[in-house]
């Protein structure tokens, strides 16, 4: 998608893109978002298409807001290492631990650069889980799949709360903060839309979100 380009920066992504669900309607669900945010209105764009299933909504999107932070976070992996970042902050007042309840079961302290590599490589477990994110027409969703995404979209918001906290003026350096700030205003909307991170999570970023929402 043109709007989520980061022209000759795209390169520092650190893992490759994920497409979306082949099997499902994710194609033609795909399609209706490119359209949809070529239009400039992101209100309209995260909003259910009228007769389409939530959870293919879901799926689809989970996958696109992946790609998207993982585009972003990939600009500052030069900047934003263990000896610059070595805890995983949004300010003075948040810190986010790590653990993913199988392997690492006791939240653990880690660098904010370890974090978001443990953070994508469970996402992409549970994206490439077709038992949670079907790839099979007429498969179904498993009865936890929106308990899944709302895990994932958390902690998704955790990278922008660090970013936004810790690198802001590095993205101001590099003339991306008109890209961070649509990217993040989506986010906003679309997890507002359909009510899928806590209030109490999103303090980092109240004011922000707040003025994004207009409350």
């Not at 179904?140 to 902690?155: C, E, L, Q, Y």
């Amino acid at each position: 998608m043109s709007l989520f380009g980061l022209g000759s920066r795209n390169q520092k992504t650190f893992r490759p893109k994920k497409n979306t669900p082949s099997g499902s309607k994710g194609a033609q669900l795909q399609r209706h978002i490119d359209a949809t945010l070529g239009s400039g209105n992101l209100r309209e764009a995260v909003r259910l298409p009228p007769g389409e299933d939530i959870n293919e909504w879901l799926a689809v999107n989970t996958v696109d807001f992946f790609n998207q932070v993982n585009l972003l976070f990939g600009t500052l992996t030069e900047f934003c290492t263990p000896s610059n970042c070595p805890t995983m902050t949004a300010g003075a007042k948040y810190e986010y631990r790590w653990a993913d309840g199988v392997t690492i079961k006791k939240p653990i302290e880690v660098s904010a650069p370890k974090y978001v590599e443990y953070l994508m490589d469970w996402i992409e477990v549970q994206l490439d889980d077709e038992s949670i994110f079907p790839q099979k027409l007429g498969v179904p969703f498993p009865a936890n799949f929106i308990d899944v995404v709302k895990t994932i979209f958390k902690r998704l918001f955790r990278v922008y709360a660090h970013i936004y906290h810790s690198h802001f003026q590095k993205i101001v350096s590099l003339k991306e903060e008109a890209h961070l700030n649509t990217c993040f205003k989506h986010f906003v909307l679309f997890t507002w839309e359909f009510r899928l991170i806590d209030k109490g999570e999103l303090a980092p970023l109240y004011d922000l979100v707040e003025s994004i929402l207009q409350l």
